[in-house]
């Protein structure tokens, strides 16, 4: 089945230490997305790959970045945690131009010690 | 205040109810609304997609939008247990514009 994959589904890290999140989908869709979502709260947008297009959320800190090798895959990198990162991490990808429908990832949970 | 506000919950109703989730809205731009389901410790997972006013229903799931009050509602009918999920309402205004979720509604069916 076509699916969005993330990786790990829970990564523990320490205060300052950098990690990276891995997404890959096999939709071959052009849009990828990058969320955070905290407990009780909606998901929040960091950033999106338009193709090879990088588009930055006015509010996303310096410290959240972003890769995309190709079009299967998309990394998003923490370079410096704080207990304030910690969050689920949600990955979603979309075909532009076809209603752009989300589909999302099953998440990484994300805790920082 | 919010641009998509939607009550938390939790909501409990018993097995075989009708279950009405609601989002109201700020932005009169918004003109696609999605309601999405997210099980505990997954993603979320679309449900049902709308455009401008109007009911969609699918199976057991009806989606109405009102876009004069600005809005929108989910209804489940014969809700199972299985619906025991958070529900988020998402909307946008064009199809390349980001997507505004509420927070979600966490609903309970028992037994």
């Known amino acids: 089945d076509a699916m969005v994959i993330q990786n790990p589904r829970y990564q523990v890290t320490q205060f300052g230490k950098p990690v990276t999140l891995s997404c890959s989908q096999t939709?071959?869709?052009?849009?990828m997305y990058w969320y955070q979502q905290k407990s009780s709260q909606a998901p929040k947008l960091l950033f999106h790959y338009y193709d090879k297009d990088f588009n930055n959320e006015a509010d996303t800190p310096d410290n959240f970045q972003s890769r995309r090798p190709n079009t299967s895959f998309c990394f998003l990198d923490i370079r410096s945690p704080g207990l304030g990162d910690a969050a689920m991490y949600l990955c979603?990808?979309?075909?532009?131009?076809?209603?752009?429908?989300?589909?999302f990832g099953p998440g990484t949970r994300l805790t920082v010690l | 205040q919010k641009e998509v506000e939607q009550d938390p919950g939790p909501l409990s109703v018993p097995e075989g109810a009708i279950v009405s989730l609601n989002c109201t809205y700020s932005n009169s731009a918004f003109q696609y609304f999605m309601w999405y389901r997210q099980y505990s410790r997954k993603g979320p997972e679309l449900l049902m997609y709308?455009?401008?006013?109007g009911n969609k229903e699918d199976g057991r799931f009806t989606a109405q939008v009102d876009k004069s009050s600005k809005y929108i509602s989910l209804f489940i009918r014969d809700s199972q247990p299985s619906d025991s999920a958070t529900y988020l309402c998402?909307?946008?205004?064009?199809?390349?514009?980001?997507?505004?979720f509420g927070t979600g509604t966490r609903l309970q069916v028992t037994l």
């Open positions: 939709l071959n869709h052009n849009v």
């Open positions: 709308t455009y401008s006013s």
């Open positions: 998402a909307t946008r205004a064009g199809t390349a514009s980001k997507l505004t």
């Open positions: 979603a990808t979309s075909l532009a131009g076809a209603l752009d429908t989300q589909y």
